[in-house]
């Protein structure tokens, strides 16, 4: 071809390059992704990248009122909250000790749930275990609620005299709780790895399904035994879903405020969320910014391993990940005591935290079991001694003012967050750019990584003075949903991502091949296909905002009360009974909302972790 | 008369690829064709045809449907697919799980924005060109294979393309639906006498239905020709050895005595000659004039109404083809003579001169 018409190749190639780059400028402008995507970039960039860059920003500029301090003008580039935290005479109290803390805590808790969790789930999938279908849900609830739910019935079992407040069930039974029993590193790390059980059942539960049963059958007719099977062939196709738990749960765990916020300040016991939020309390909001960015970076790296962890696993998927019914093996004279295990845990976890705290809120005297002393006041009762919340939870106009807000602002924003997430998921499966996708990506899983505190810090700093067009957002319910939907972006995004995978390119192009323009394909193809999707993409978000603290705990105001900040407040001022009462409400939401998404959608809640 | 479809110089390079999937293909489709791109998988046709209905974008090239220019590279000029009124019948059907059937075949109406009559008219004919009329409350979950691809068609043909395109259309049906829906598109395309160009990587497909067939591999067209012209007279080795089961038989030359000894002083640039099965007499002793190779009897595959004969000369394998039952037993020592020879060169193009060698 060349040879043939040598002349007119030569001659023109600079014009044929300018235009071959043309069609494909138009190919990529035309695209209705493209568009869709810029848009979508614009809107992340305001509610997540600003932010984000804000709050990192303010680990290294001076803040107002710091002048002095710092010897600069605010906001020139400063090395004063740098070296305040990591070398100065308090670094040891606002830095070094929280992180070892934290370290250690998250470590313990995750090593305990990993003991815990994965022969409970060999139990729940292998074995001829009597109930097991019930159990394999009933040991999930305590990942469906939050964490701090379990340190508040911790505290009402366990409180000892060391603090003020309303007696413990222990102490009122005639035995006091040593303090390192009632406050501290113990009960932390019991709630945490209880926390964290359920999350590793399910992953392994889920990764033991997709094993396919010939291997173990295969090394059946090899001549191994169940005990070999196990070791040798199950565990080792284990490990990169148990080391992508662990280092999920070691993210998770770094950024948990609620537990150690209950039960760690009593006794002085510092982590870095603490720390944290002791900082953005004080006004030291560089301070505030260096300990988040470190923060930032314990959860960046724990992400990189687990990415590690997920290439390696998908070496080990090449073989045919096909579910195969899997024949269980009977656990003869094993059977009795492993119903006991599987049932204690279900006690421990379960069954004792939500009792305690049902109980806690019908009770005049923590841990009296007379009769006489059960009561309904707390819920619908008027004229308490409580001041200020004189009236039950369920006839208090705060109560319901809270639960209103809680509704429509995490119902709003959930819905937004599932909505922004196909459309991320839209761009990332069908751009011609392949740079918009993954940039869109890269910037919704960011919230993953920051702490809710600090996020809430840099939302305040952002948004609460007029910027533009923007008017000052603080004390509004705007603010908060704005965040909730920036927060729930790395799961939203994920979900879009999968269901316009798994939706695939070939019903919209179908539309297109017969002649159905973008809008009216988007409106009679693409979302009546993915709306179980969107619709399970909805209610998770709407679960995990409803039991969200640290996120909205500095944000909210008076006006914009929600329940979980209603509950902290409740706390604060030591009525421990209203505080109860309004958590087993958000509980009660909780499952709620779990149950329905499990019963309408059929979603996987293996999928929803994160 | 101008062509209904003209490739020109088309290519497409996917980014982060080197070597480009479709490369330079020249191709012309005429008005009322049954035109086939035939290939192993990854040569390049799927691609070529989603070009053509304009879901992928070439990298060089023009493409030319009824005297619209739909890409131009060189021009920057596209059409946007979903203004091409062309029908594309995917692999997969495609099928909308959220509409009925009457609803998926009604909607390139209804985007055409038509009368609810001529809708009505459009569906109905539709339906009943395909014989599926009484399927049309149905959702495409509650029908078979073969129904949910009735059904993919019928929503091509109520768009009234001015071309059909069908990728793979019969690979995910069984055996028997698939010889069934072969005659159901030779009858479509002899009652509509629509233009439509169909891939497959199935050569009875592509033999059987095409008016044409274009034999692709590697991104580049290897030959464009009736079914029988490929068949007879394969322009290369690829298209010779792709096409026809059990394979034509190759044999390199400078490595088998017989073949040498017989092509000396025949044709002095043929390095390796090629003989189908069917092609393949087997005899117990030489015939004269024809070129036969002593081999021995290795195997007898009956395949149910003929037989396939493996053959050995020690070197290699050979297959035979037997409409009747062979009166041979394993082990035997054959002649097995060519009735018919093709010669290739170096470069594996088709000698042309092959008949007068093999008579």
Known sequence: MALLTPQRERSTPATEEK???????????????????????????????APVISLLLGAVQVGFGDEAKAGAGAGSLTGYYLDRVFSSPVSDIIFYTPLLNTLWISLCSMVIALALGVPVAWLLVRTDLPARRWFSSALIVPYMLPAWTFALAWTTIFRNRSNAGQQGWMETLGWEPPNWLAYGPVPIIVIFSLHFTPFVILLVTNALKNLPGQLDEAARICGASSQQRWW????????????????????????????????????????????????????????????????????????????????????????????????????????????????????????????????????????????????????????????????????????????WNTLWMVGLAALCTGLLGLLVGYVVVRSPLRQLGTALRVITFMPYLVPGLAFAVAYLSLFAVPRGPIPALYGTATILILIMIADEMPFASRAGVSAMMQLGLESEEAAQSLGAKFSYRLRTVVLPMVRSSLASATLLPFVSGVQGLSLVIILATPGTELMTTLSMTLIDFGYTHAANAVVVLICAIALLGTWATQKLFRSNLADSLG | MEPMITLRGLGKTYSGNHTPSVDSVDLEVQLGEFLCLLGPSGCGKSTTLRMIAGL??????????????????????????????????????????????????????????????????????????????????????????????????????????????????????????????????????????????????????????????????????????????????????????????????????????????????????????????????ITTTPTPGKFSLPVTVSALLPTGGSWIIELTDGQQRYFATSQQRPALTEGQQVQAVAQKLHLFDASGQRRTNVEAVAA
């Not at chain 2, 203004?83 to 059937?101: D, K, T």
């Not at chain 2, 026809?244 to 000396?264: C, F, R, V, Y």
Request: charged share 15%; net charge positive.
């Open chain 1, 232 to 403: 040798r062939i199950t565990l080792p196709l284990l490990r990169p879903a148990l080391l992508s738990a662990a280092t999920l749960m070691f993210a998770k765990a770094i950024g948990e405020f609620g537990v150690a916020y209950v039960l760690g300040l009593p006794a002085g016991f510092q982590v870095l969320s603490t720390t944290l939020h002791q900082s953005i309390s004080t006004q030291q909001s560089g301070i505030a910014a260096v300990i988040a960015a470190v923060m930032v970076g314990l959860g960046g790296i724990s992400l990189l391993v687990d990415l590690r962890f997920l290439r390696e696993a998908k070496r080990f998927t090449t073989l045919n990940g096909k579910a195969t019914l899997t024949k269980t093996q009977p656990l003869a004279r094993w059977r009795t005591p492993a119903l006991v295990m599987v049932g204690g845990l279900f006690t421990i976890s379960v069954l004792i935290p939500l009792g305690t705290l049902v109980l806690s809120t019908i009770m005049r005297v923590p841990g009296d079991f007379s009769l006489q002393n059960f009561t309904a006041d707390y819920w619908i009762g008027h004229d308490l001694p409580t001041v200020g919340f004189s009236q039950g939870v369920l006839v208090s106009a705060a109560t319901w003012r809270a639960m």
């Open chain 2, 56 to 281: 992928e974008h070439p990298s060089t090239g023009q493409i030319v449907v009824g005297g619209t220019v739909f890409d131009d590279v060189a021009g920057g000029q596209c059409v946007p697919a979903e203004r091409r009124s062309l029908g594309l019948v995917f692999q997969n059907y495609a099928l909308w799980p959220h509409l009925n059937v009457k609803e998926n075949v009604g909607f390139a109406p209804r985007v055409q924005k038509l009368s609810k009559a001529e809708r009505a008219t459009l569906v109905d004919q539709a339906l009943q060109t395909l014989a599926i009329s009484e399927l049309a409350e149905r959702y495409p979950g509650e029908l078979s294979g073969g129904q949910q691809q009735r059904v993919a068609i019928a929503r091509t043909l109520a768009a009234r393309p001015q071309v059909m395109l069908l990728d793979e259309p019969l690979s995910n049906l069984d055996a028997r639906l698939r010889l069934e829906m072969r005659a159901e598109f030779q009858r479509l395309h002899r009652q509509t006498g629509n233009t439509m160009v169909f891939v497959t990587h199935d050569q009875f497909e592509a033999m059987t239905l095409a008016t044409r067939i274009v034999v692709m591999d590697q991104g580049r067209i290897q030959q464009v020709g009736t079914p029988s012209e490929i068949y007879d007279s394969p322009a290369n080795r690829f298209v010779a050895e792709f096409m026809g089961s059990p394979p034509m038989n190759i044999i390199e030359l400078g490595h088998n005595q017989a073949a040498d000894t017989w092509m000396k002083s025949r044709d002095s640039a043929a390095t390796s000659l090629g003989i189908r099965p069917e092609d393949l007499e």
């Open chain 1, 19 to 49: 235009n071959s780059l043309g069609y494909r400028t138009k190919i990529i402008l035309r695209h209705p992704a493209t568009l869709l995507g810029v848009l979508l970039l614009l809107v992340f960039g305001y509610l997540i990248v």
